[in-house]
T-cell receptor
Framework: NAGVTQTPKFRILKIGQSMTLQCTQD?????MYWYRQDPGMGLKLIYY???????DKGEVPNGYNVSRSTTEDFPLRLELAAPSQTSVYFC????????????FGSGTRLTVV | DQQVKQNSPSLSVQEGRISILNCDYT??????FLWYKKYPAEGPTFLIS?????DKNEDGRFTVFLNKSAKHLSLHIVPSQPGDSAVYFC???????????FGTGTRLKVLA
C-alpha cells in the first residue's frame, strides 16, 4: 500500500518556468489537498478537492492551478514560477473531513532561482 | 492572523520523562483538533485527534487534553523516547469546512 506518492522529490526552477507537481493516492480517498510549508511556518492550504471534477481554492492559491480528473490523481501546476514559491509542497488525502487525519506524501522541495 | 499558535518553537526533554507540547487557538468555531508528527524529509504523520465534545483522548503513550474555555490543547508523551524526536504540529478544523489550520510546529528533542 503506497499511500500518497509525490513526484518529484526535489526540483530547481528558473523564474518564469512552469512545472507540474504530481500527486497520486491509492486509498480511494475522496478528499485531497495541497499544502506548502515555508521555513518556520505552519502548513498553508493552496487548493483542495472533495472528489473527481471538484476543486476549490485554499488560503494561498495565487500562482497555482489544480485539476482532479480521477479520484487517484491531484496534480498541482505552477505557472510562471517566482522566488516566493520556493517552499516544500505536501499533498495529502483523507476519506472524510472531521477527525479523520490526513495521509501526507513525503513532499516536494522546490527552489525557484 | 494566526488562528492556531504553537508558541514554543523547540523543547528538549530527557528520555523517560514527560513531554508536554502546547497549542492555543483563537477561533471558537473549531471543533476537531489533531496532532501530527513530522520527521525530516518526510510528510507529517497523523498522531492523535480530539473532538470538542471531549476534554481528553488517550492512545498509548500519547494523550491530548482540550480546554475549550482557555482555547488551549496540549499533547502529553509519557514516557518520552528518543524516537519521539520530531516536529509536532497541531491542527484545527470546523465542521462543514474542508481544511485544517495548522500551527507553526514545535521541535521536540528527546535526549538519551
Amino acid at each position: 500500500n503506497a499511500g500518497v506518492t509525490q513526484t518529484p522529490k526535489f526540483r530547481i526552477l528558473k523564474i518564469g518556468q512552469s512545472m507540474t507537481l504530481q500527486c497520486t493516492q491509492d486509498m480511494n480517498h475522496n478528499y485531497m489537498y495541497w499544502y506548502r510549508q515555508d521555513p518556520g511556518m505552519g502548513l498553508k492550504l493552496i487548493y483542495y478537492s472533495v472528489g473527481a471534477g471538484i476543486t476549490d481554492k485554499g488560503e494561498v492559491p495565487n500562482g497555482y492551478n489544480v485539476s482532479r480528473s480521477t479520484t487517484e490523481d491531484f496534480p498541482l501546476r505552477l505557472e510562471l514560477a517566482a522566488p516566493s514559491q520556493t517552499s516544500v509542497y505536501f499533498c495529502a488525502s483523507s476519506p472524510e473531513t472531521g477527525d479523520y487525519g490526513y495521509t501526507f506524501g513525503s513532499g516536494t522541495r522546490l527552489t525557484v532561482v | 492572523d494566526q488562528q492556531v499558535k504553537q508558541n514554543s518553537p523547540s523543547l528538549s526533554v530527557q528520555e523517560g520523562r514527560i513531554s508536554i507540547l502546547n497549542c492555543d487557538y483563537t477561533n471558537s468555531m473549531f471543533d476537531y483538533f489533531l496532532w501530527y508528527k513530522k520527521y525530516p524529509a518526510e510528510g507529517p504523520t497523523f498522531l492523535i485527534s480530539i473532538s470538542s465534545i471531549k476534554d481528553k483522548n488517550e492512545d498509548g503513550r500519547f494523550t491530548v487534553f482540550l480546554n475549550k474555555s482557555a482555547k488551549h490543547l496540549s499533547l502529553h508523551i509519557v514516557p518520552s523516547q528518543p524516537g519521539d524526536s520530531a516536529v509536532y504540529f497541531c491542527a484545527a478544523h470546523t465542521s462543514g469546512t474542508y481544511k485544517y489550520i495548522f500551527g507553526t510546529g514545535t521541535r521536540l528533542k528527546v535526549l538519551a
